[in-house]
């Protein structure tokens, strides 16, 4: 997979998602990333975390269930809904039906 100019971040448990990128072939793009068992925090705040630390600006966060976006709530980022996943959440910004059309997105 080729993710053009894009820098990604993970925030999420454990290395659930480390595994989830290495299945995906995208572990040379990740930059950073943060999860509750290393941080204490929640998602949202770990969002907000990982932006701080790198100075990112332009974000959206990638997620599958209503955690994810109460999370982007929290965060202030907008929420791209994987209907691939595992939940159904409340709203969202954007959506995709497989992970190759989030690069259509940017």
Request: with cysteine; proline share 3%.
């Amino acid at each position: 997979i080729e993710l053009k100019d894009l820098t990604v971040g993970i925030v999420g448990f454990g290395n659930v998602g480390e595994l989830v990128c290495e299945k995906l072939g995208i572990t040379d793009c990740i930059k950073d990333g943060e999860c509750p068992g290393y941080s204490g925090l929640g998602k949202g705040d770990n969002i907000k975390r990982v932006m701080e630390r790198n100075g990112y600006k332009d974000i959206v966060y990638v997620g599958d269930t209503q955690g994810d976006y109460e999370a982007t709530r929290k965060a202030g980022v907008p929420f791209v809904f994987c209907k691939y996943g595992f939940g159904k959440p409340e709203g969202y910004e954007y959506c995709v039906e497989k992970f190759s059309e989030l690069l259509d997105l940017f």
